[in-house]
């Protein structure tokens, strides 16, 4: 399960509605998420900001790490009952450049206490499979060259051609296997001061296996013959990691912008002196990424009442954020439309969504979501912990309208003041309750999980797509 799949259910899928949802049966309460207007300054716009960064580590925090969503005095975060069961996922997908989130500030040209400072966020990329072989270059025994198709893991060496066709670090070795040996050929053809003899792996290319070559990141090429392209030597490697503090050019993908401006951004953020530390804060928000899962298919994850903190730490005028934390909400119509995906550790299945593995499969009780008493008449039916629009906690049960009771699906959803709403076929569609709107238009079923991160940041070279 890597984190384009895992995202599912650690950054998941929130509600449309930064502010929350309203059913307009009850106008006394305010929206629980009151978006905070812009604060003046500097105007959030792609590639004019500074302190480029990227996050770096990523996890699903602990019950006290987060924010006080509901009011409650008590922080909420329900989905630090699958933390444990994340953190392998995440951090093999950080690895393999799965999710990769840059960040980019605005109106904060040097650490100090602000009272408006702006930054968004995007979607990037580091790996490439420019020759379309289906080798990506640097990730671990990944293609030692993405220009030529013909060269990759597995591939056949080919004799007399001077190249490291089988990405082993070697040019035209002899009796390529277990006890192969280095190629006897002494010529040095692109005048790099080394043969494939001396241990050069590519003797058309200068910039590959001469005598003083380090690795170029992002070039393509394996120019310390160590049998990657742009990746150096290591777990993690000593160069080309946009993790560590040299920043690494991360191109920023295209899903990241609608209409030319940032999806995700925060322009009403500040910076205090908290306890000795200068402390960023924001939100709330909306946080969505949108993921290219396979080919044709998109998943927009988004959490509502997105807020953010974070110590900011200065080294030497670069900036990076460290100790930070991500809280919001997943909302239960968002999560009813992530569907197509495989987790087996949830129980989510490509016929059913999100919403169906919290509250019809074994997500529900790994969270501790409530389950309504014996005496409701929806016993045993679980709700959210977050009353997004405050008119009650919603429910969402599995009926099994289909006569079978395998399936596990949501098909029953009620709202806060007790309407039920079933799912319906309409014209061999199927309608899903979550699907359910007001008078006004307005989706009634927006309360949802909540939801904390940890995240830490490193400095990064962000690169237009």
Do not use: W
């Given at each position: 399960?890597?984190?384009?799949?895992?995202?599912?259910?650690?950054?998941?899928?929130?509600?449309?509605?930064?502010?929350?949802?309203?059913?307009?049966?009850?106008?006394?309460?305010?929206?629980?998420?009151?978006?905070?207007?812009?604060?003046?300054?500097?105007?959030?716009?792609?590639?004019?900001?500074?302190?480029?960064?990227?996050?770096?580590?990523?996890?699903?925090?602990?019950?006290?790490?987060?924010?006080?969503?509901?009011?409650?005095?008590?922080?909420?975060?329900?989905?630090?009952?699958?933390?444990?069961?994340?953190?392998?996922?995440?951090?093999?997908?950080?690895?393999?450049?799965?999710?990769?989130?840059?960040?980019?500030?605005?109106?904060?040209?040097?650490?100090?206490?602000?009272?408006?400072?702006?930054?968004?966020?995007?979607?990037?990329?580091?790996?490439?499979?420019?020759?379309?072989?289906?080798?990506?270059?640097?990730?671990?025994?990944?293609?030692?060259?993405?220009?030529?198709?013909?060269?990759?893991?597995?591939?056949t060496e080919i004799a007399g051609n001077f190249k490291d066709d089988d990405c082993d670090g070697r040019a035209d070795e002899v009796n390529d296997g277990p006890e192969q040996t280095a190629s006897l050929d002494t010529m040095d053809r692109d005048n790099d001061g080394k043969s494939p003899a001396t241990g050069d792996c590519d003797d058309t290319e200068a910039l590959v296996g001469g005598m003083d070559a380090v690795e170029i990141c992002g070039d393509g090429l394996d120019n310390d013959c160590d049998g990657v392209a742009d990746r150096n030597a290591g777990e993690p490697p000593t160069q080309c990691y946009p993790y560590d503090a040299t920043p690494d050019r991360i191109r920023i993908d295209p899903l990241s912008f609608e209409a030319g401006k940032p999806i995700i951004k925060f322009?009403?953020?500040?910076?205090?002196?908290?306890?000795?530390?200068?402390?960023?804060?924001?939100?709330?928000?909306?946080?969505?990424?949108?993921?290219?899962?396979?080919?044709?298919?998109?998943?927009?994850?988004?959490?509502?009442?997105?807020?953010?903190?974070?110590?900011?730490?200065?080294?030497?005028?670069?900036?990076?954020?460290?100790?930070?934390?991500?809280?919001?909400?997943?909302?239960?119509?968002?999560?009813?439309?992530?569907?197509?995906?495989?987790?087996?550790?949830?129980?989510?299945?490509?016929?059913?969504?999100?919403?169906?593995?919290?509250?019809?499969?074994?997500?529900?009780?790994?969270?501790?979501?409530?389950?309504?008493?014996?005496?409701?008449?929806?016993?045993?039916?679980?709700?959210?912990?977050?009353?997004?629009?405050?008119?009650?906690?919603?429910?969402?049960?599995?009926?099994?309208?289909?006569?079978?009771?395998?399936?596990?699906?949501?098909?029953?959803?009620?709202?806060?003041?007790?309407?039920?709403?079933?799912?319906?076929?309409?014209?061999?569609?199927?309608?899903?309750?979550?699907?359910?709107?007001?008078?006004?238009?307005?989706?009634?079923?927006?309360?949802?999980?909540?939801?904390?991160?940890?995240?830490?940041?490193?400095?990064?070279?962000?690169?237009?797509?």
């Open positions: 399960m890597n984190l384009r799949s895992l995202a599912c259910c650690a950054i998941a899928a929130l509600p449309l509605l930064a502010c929350g949802g309203d059913d307009g049966d009850d106008t006394t309460l305010p929206p629980l998420f009151e978006p905070k207007p812009e604060c003046e300054g500097m105007a959030v716009t792609q590639f004019t900001g500074m302190h480029t960064q990227l996050i770096s580590k990523l996890s699903i925090g602990t019950a006290m790490d987060g924010f006080d969503l509901d009011g409650d005095g008590r922080p909420d975060n329900k989905l630090q009952g699958v933390g444990a069961l994340a953190r392998g996922a995440i951090n093999d997908s950080f690895q393999s450049y799965e999710l990769l989130i840059p960040v980019e500030m605005f109106d904060f040209a040097t650490a100090g206490v602000d009272s408006c400072v702006k930054f968004a966020l995007y979607l990037g990329d580091y790996k490439t499979d420019l020759d379309e072989d289906g080798d990506d270059s640097a990730v671990a025994d990944g293609d030692c060259n993405d220009h030529d198709p013909l060269v990759s893991k597995g591939a322009d009403s953020g500040e910076v205090k002196m908290v306890d000795g530390k200068l402390q960023l804060t924001a939100g709330p928000s909306l946080f969505a990424v949108t993921l290219p899962i396979s080919d044709g298919i998109n998943l927009t994850l988004k959490i509502t009442g997105t807020q953010i903190e974070a110590d900011v730490i200065d080294t030497g005028g670069v900036i990076t954020l460290k100790n930070g934390r991500l809280g919001g909400v997943i909302d239960a119509r968002t999560a009813d439309t992530i569907r197509g995906l495989t987790v087996d550790q949830i129980g989510l299945t490509p016929e059913n969504s999100l919403l169906d593995a919290i509250f019809a499969n074994v997500l529900g009780p790994l969270l501790a979501l409530p389950a309504r008493p014996s005496t409701d008449p929806h016993a045993g039916c679980r709700t959210p912990d977050i009353d997004v629009d405050r008119d009650g906690l919603e429910v969402f049960c599995d009926e099994n309208t289909d006569g079978d009771p395998v399936t596990k699906v949501v098909d029953l959803c009620v709202d806060g003041d007790g309407t039920e709403y079933r799912d319906e076929v309409v014209g061999g569609v199927t309608k899903h309750c979550t699907e359910s709107v007001d008078a006004n238009g307005k989706p009634r079923f927006v309360d949802g999980i909540s939801v904390e991160l940890n995240f830490e940041t490193a400095p990064a070279t962000l690169v237009a797509p």
